[in-house]
RNA sequence: GCGAGAGUGGCGGAACUGGUAGACGCACUGGACUUAGGAUCCAGCUCUGGCGACAGAGUGGGAGUUCAAGUCUCCCCUCUCGCACCA
């Protein structure tokens, strides 16, 4: 065995073995049982960075240990290859999306193999290839077949910059989540995906996924949003319609003294018509919406709205009472319609405060009398009814039944549920994504592709349009069709292509069979595969791609190709990687060798001005907080940057990137090298310890004790919650034990526990550090991969100790402790407390009053 | 505002169902080996007082339950994340 640990030159050796040896290959077998690990798949932005470096790390452990538990582990990789970055970066290079990204999946790929994870190569797909997005073609037309797709004209998020629609979930805080530019509402036709038919469904479930983090369920519940409340009809004076209306608090309904539409409610315009009021009213939804909704914090955006010449009746009440339309009222939400009862409800209150209109109190508090005239606030809390005719006197809890019930019996709404989650908008305006596999027909409106002419291929002969503006309405090839319907040649493709989502919520199917032609996946494999044991990621996918997956594998089990409703049975959200940001006061943020250290100081290279020290946040390009992986690989090799990637912090929590604490992952595997070489000759051929410790005695009973133990709790760490960093501080403490030990050369007990700790050491780091490991396990004699190894076991008769520490505490205070054999019953141990001189010091003349022994632990006498 | 989570040495982080607070690592200090050391090895390392044995304080703050509280209960403060006019 090589004295120097040189990674430079071992990590090539295995990964090429690992390759060439098919070790990472697997298929079904009904003999063996599945663990389907998954990490969320990359997109090919051009380089692996720290989070994909971490989340892969923290996976490849699970495969690696699942693996040796004798699991068939299916661990695959592949590509979520289409998207708008390619089409950017493609019009910035001349060049094409598609040959960006296969660029990029090439030098990822390379990346990927050099940190020597345990994929399955033969299962790797790219989302953005034809074999692949021509199932989820197939799909879109079962779907469209069930109206589980549709069309509809709608407002959408549109960013002028990207040319492209942008789902809710897209826009962050009113500006594009990939540019950074403000979005505005537009009207278009769109495709849907109905997701809220199995809003009620995908809400209960969340109970039912108690491997999710807590976090993340409730994220999804918050999103899902389901109230229950009432839905009650304003007839409008002087006209046979109504205006139905949600609330979750119709016990309120007689204090409803006016009544809020949204602005693009189409009772606006059709209502202000012809009334005075009708150009203030169009003025005043043109206005809104220009109005950035959601860019502003919620307090700084004034309540603002017009009465529209109108008056609907309070159907409770009979009372007139004004329509207003106001910034404040969501079309999305409910029925776009709300009424408003400015004594219970606080934005009801300020506008009613605002425009002078009627504050009626209905709902009276035990504690303090409300006063129309004089109160400051709304009253939200409960009470008992007033001013609400014959339900006056209940609890208002009560009324809250009684007067659905009366609703209900009148014909005026009654019960009923609301949810915040809408329909997925997939339709997107951009090229490089998997068409829509419809056509539009003059005469036949929208005709699906027939199955068997699917897929549609998305043209690769394209030239990219500046502004990012879809090239593919103006591509005669492709855009130009005959109506399979009624042949007509003047039909036209659709030319919206599919979010992105889409393909992501398929692909751990579609890697069960990744080659299978015969449908989205071979159902066999499937069977056998799905769903995910451990699925892997980061928290920022906690709705979106998580809730649409969810939503798609019941789509597909509705399709009669899945037995399940839930793709993901454990879900682990790593934290993110921060680094501490530097920056000058002229120059901004600064990378690592923009700086100059002059004794201590960190001055800027450019104009010598000392440099902030910033706080600890994400690593991103624009703060210049990055490490590069690549960086890393070369000054320290694969398995040093998997170590401190593990070790640093357990896989949910954030992790701070700290050189110094690579440094000191790489000193830990030079150590065990280093002691690993020095024993190597007298280990060599000594078969490892595996008796009884009580054929043991002296550094070696105690080694051989600390290894089962050790043994132990590394399993239980990475068994019961992935936790990494304390596995590693056991095998450290392992290493601590072992390195104290002078090993004698004709001690031949000696020399098979140190074997037996050397092998147990080895192959308890083999999933953290696996080139390392298979390197000394190589030396050690043994003539097939580590890969091969069963992990360790432990011994119950090896874990007890030879001897109890047993402290004394006075008063619950520590005071002494002393050693004694295990067997010593409770009251030995009590008196020898007592007798102890240092406790005798502080017990001395006083009235012991009580004396509490905990079994094998402690004493606390009470005086 | 609502919801979730977290506050432990100089730092990252340990501590099972209440039972030795600070495992393990980093940084730091001293020493050894050395032409040299940013390599390696040994020792120390929560704070305060003391040469010392030792004593006192200590897990964001304040109360409480208990023989015993980082851990349980109540109140408060701070931070992070998510949602944010959801009727």
Redesign the pocket.
């Known amino acids: 065995m090589d004295p120097r640990y040189d990674p430079k030159k071992i990590e090539p050796k295995w990964q090429a073995y690992w390759e060439s040896s098919n070790l990472f290959k697997v298929k079904e077998d009904p003999a063996k049982e599945k663990y389907y690990l998954l990490e969320m798949f990359p997109y090919p932005s051009g380089n692996i960075h720290m989070g994909h470096v971490r989340n892969y790390s923290i996976g490849d452990v699970v495969a690696r240990y699942k693996r040796m538990r004798g699991f068939n582990v299916l661990h695959p990789m592949g590509w979520d290859a289409f998207g708008m970055p390619a089409e950017n970066a493609a019009i910035a290079n001349k060049s094409h999306p598609a040959e960006w990204t296969y660029q990029n999946i090439d030098a990822m790929r390379a990346q990927l193999k050099r940190l020597g994870f345990s994929y399955d190569w033969d299962r790797e797909i790219a989302t953005c290839k034809p074999d692949y997005y021509h199932w989820e073609q197939w799909l879109f037309l079962k779907m469209y077949e069930k109206a589980m797709a549709y069309r509809k004209e709608s407002f959408v998020n549109w960013c002028e910059a990207c040319q492209t629609v942008l789902a809710?979930e897209q826009v962050?805080a009113g500006l594009c989540w990939r540019c950074g530019q403000q979005v505005r509402q537009k009207k278009l036709w769109q495709w849907f995906f109905r997701i809220t038919d199995y809003a009620d469904d995908l809400l209960m479930y969340c109970d039912k996924l108690p491997g999710w983090p807590?976090?993340v369920i409730?994220?999804q519940k918050?999103?899902i949003?389901k109230?229950y409340?009432a839905e009650i009809r304003f007839p409008i004076e002087g006209q046979d319609e109504m205006i139905p209306?949600?609330?979750?608090?119709h016990d309120t309904v007689f204090g409803a003294t006016f009544m809020v539409l949204?602005p693009e409610h189409p009772l606006v315009m059709q209502l202000s018509q012809g009334t005075p009021q009708q150009k203030e009213v169009q003025a005043f939804v043109e206005r809104i919406s220009l109005q950035d909704?959601?860019a502003k914090?919620?307090?700084d955006?004034e309540?603002e709205g017009v009465f529209i010449g109108r008056y609907c009746i309070n159907p409770m009440t009979g009372n007139r009472i004004p329509i207003y339309t106001a910034?404040?009222?969501?079309?999305?939400?409910?029925?776009?319609?709300?009424?408003a009862v400015p004594a219970h409800?606080q934005?009801d209150f300020d506008f009613a405060k605002k425009y002078g209109l009627d504050i009626i109190v209905v709902v009276s508090s035990a504690e303090e009398n409300l006063d129309s005239n004089t109160m400051a606030e709304a009253y939200i809390g409960e009470g008992f009814m007033v001013n609400s005719g014959q339900f006056d006197g209940l609890n208002n809890k009560e009324a809250m039944e009684k007067i659905a019930d009366h609703l209900e019996k009148n014909n005026l709404g009654g019960k009923t549920v609301?949810f915040?989650i809408r329909d997925w908008g997939i339709s997107r305006q951009r090229y490089w994504g998997a068409p829509i596999p419809v056509i539009h027909c003059e005469s036949c409106g929208v005709v699906p592709v027939p199955e068997e002419d699917l897929p549609v291929i998305l043209p690769e002969e394209v030239d990219m349009l500046e502004g990012g503006k879809s090239p593919l309405p103006e591509l005669d090839d492709f855009f130009r069709t005959t109506c399979p319907k009624c042949g007509n040649s003047d039909a036209v493709r659709e030319t919206d292509t599919m979010d992105t989502f889409v393909e992501s919520s398929w692909y751990f199917e579609r890697y069960c069979s990744p080659k299978y032609d015969g449908g989205m996946f071979d159902k066999a494999a499937v069977d056998y595969w799905m769903p995910v044991d451990q699925y892997i990621g980061g928290?920022e996918h906690a709705?979106l791609h998580l809730l649409y997956s969810r939503y798609y594998t019941r789509v597909l089990k509705d399709q009669g190709l899945l037995k399940f409703k839930e793709p993901f049975t454990r879900l682990l959200t790593q934290g993110m990687v921060c680094k501490e940001t530097m920056s000058c006061p002229d120059h901004g943020f600064l990378l690592p060798d923009e700086i100059n250290t002059e004794n201590g100081n960190r001055l800027c290279r450019k104009c010598n001005k000392p440099v902030t020290l910033g706080r600890v946040e994400k690593m991103s390009k624009s703060k210049k907080n990055v490490v590069d992986p690549n960086i890393l690989l070369a000054k320290y090799g694969a398995d040093t940057t998997r170590f401190f990637c593990l070790?640093?912090?357990?896989p949910e929590?954030?992790?701070?990137w700290?050189e110094?604490?690579v440094?000191?992952?790489s000193?830990?595997l030079?150590?065990v090298w280093?002691l690993a070489a020095a024993v190597m000759n007298t280990i060599k051929d000594v078969t490892a310890f595996d008796g009884n410790p009580d054929s043991l005695d002296g550094p070696a009973r105690e080694l051989y004790k600390k290894t089962h133990q050790t043994i132990k709790k590394v399993t239980a760490d990475i068994e019961e919650r992935f936790?990494f960093?304390?596995a590693?501080?056991a095998m450290?403490?392992l290493f601590?034990t072992m390195?104290?030990i002078e090993l004698q050369r004709d001690d031949r007990n000696q020399a098979a526990v140190m074997r037996f700790a050397v092998e147990t050491l080895t192959l308890l780091l083999s999933p953290v550090v696996p080139h390392f490991a298979e390197e000394v396990w190589e030396a050690l004699g043994n003539k097939s991969s580590i890969l091969l190894a069963a992990w360790p076991s432990y011994r119950e008769d090896a874990l007890e100790k030879d001897e109890l520490?047993i402290?004394i505490?006075v008063?619950?205070?520590?005071?002494s402790?002393f050693n004694i054999e295990v067997n010593a019953d409770d009251e030995t141990i009590k008196q020898k407390a007592l007798a102890d001189e240092?406790i005798q010091k502080f017990i001395a003349g006083k009235e012991i009053r009580?004396v509490?022994v905990?079994k094998h632990?402690?004493v606390?006498i009470?005086i």
């Open positions: 809710n962050e807590e976090k409730t994220m918050n999103w949003g109230s409340g209306v949600f609330t979750t608090r949204a909704r959601t914090s919620v307090e955006y309540k910034n404040f009222a969501l079309m999305e939400y409910g029925t776009g319609a709300v009424m409800d934005r609301s915040r928290v709705i070790f640093a912090a357990p929590r954030d992790l701070e700290s110094q604490g440094d000191g992952g000193r830990f030079n150590r280093r936790h960093n304390t590693i501080s450290m403490e601590n390195s104290a520490l402290v505490q008063n619950g205070k520590l005071r402790r240092k009580k509490i905990v632990k402690l606390n009470v």
